[in-house]
C-alpha cells in the first residue's frame, strides 16, 4: 500500500474536509499537532484556516498524501521565511498521518517527499522544525536524517504538570 503525494493540490471542499478530519483524528488519537485531546473539527478550523489563508497568501506550501482509495492520509505544511536573512530555509509545520495509516511506511514516504519539494523551491538550503518532547517523533525524524540542533526544556505545557521539551530539528538540503 502505498501513499501518493501531491504538492501543491487544488484547493476544494472536499480537501479542505479531507484535512479537517485529518487533523481532529490525529489529534484525537493523542498526535503532538498543536492540540490535545479530545477536540472536534470546530476546535480544529481556526488553525486549518489560517493555514489555508498562509497558502493563499504564497507564504505556505502544501503537501497532501492520499491512501491507496484516493483519501487524504497524510499532510504537511512547508512555510516560507519572511525575514531577508533566513530566506535560505523553510520551516515544516503540521506533519501528520492518519491513525489508521501508522506503520505502513507513509510517515517515511511524507518525509521523503517534503525533502524532494524543498529541493524544488529556490534558494531553499534547509528545512527546520519543532517537535513535542515525550513523544518518540524525534528518533523518528532524526531516522530521517534531521539532527537535533536546540531544545527547549518544558516550553509546551500539555496539561498542568506535563510540561514537554520543544526540540528543534534541522535538514540540510
Known amino acids: 500500500m502505498a501513499l501518493t503525494c501531491q504538492l501543491d493540490p487544488a484547493i476544494d471542499e472536499a480537501l479542505t474536509e479531507g484535512i479537517l478530519a485529518l487533523w481532529t ?5 493523542g498526535g503532538a499537532v ?10 480544529v478550523r481556526p488553525d486549518l484556516d489560517h493555514a489555508l489563508s498562509e497558502l493563499a497568501a504564497g507564504r505556505r506550501r502544501l503537501l497532501v ?6 483519501r487524504v492520509a497524510a499532510t504537511a505544511f512547508l512555510a516560507y521565511n519572511s525575514h531577508r536573512l ?17 506503520g505502513k ?18 534558494g531553499v538550503e534547509a528545512i527546520r522544525l519543532t517537535c513535542r518532547g515525550g513523544t518518540g517523533v ?36
Open 25 to 29: 483524528d490525529v489529534s484525537n488519537a
Open 34 to 43: 498543536g492540540f490535545v485531546p479530545p477536540v472536534g473539527p470546530a476546535d
Open 65 to 70: 498524501g492520499y491512501d491507496e482509495d484516493g
Open 86 to 102: 533566513m530566506t535560505h530555509w523553510v520551516w515544516l509545520y503540521t506533519l501528520m498521518v492518519h491513525p489508521d495509516h501508522q
Open 105 to 122: 511506511g507513509y510517515g517515511r514516504s511524507l518525509m521523503a517527499a517534503v525533502e524532494q519539494a524543498a529541493r524544488g523551491f529556490h
Open 138 to 173: 524525534d528518533v523518528f525524524y532524526g531516522a530521517c536524517g534531521y539532527k537535533e540542533v536546540g531544545r527547549v526544556p518544558d516550553a509546551i505545557r500539555v496539561a498542568p504538570g506535563d510540561d514537554r521539551d520543544d526540540i528543534m530539528m534541522l535538514l540540510t538540503l
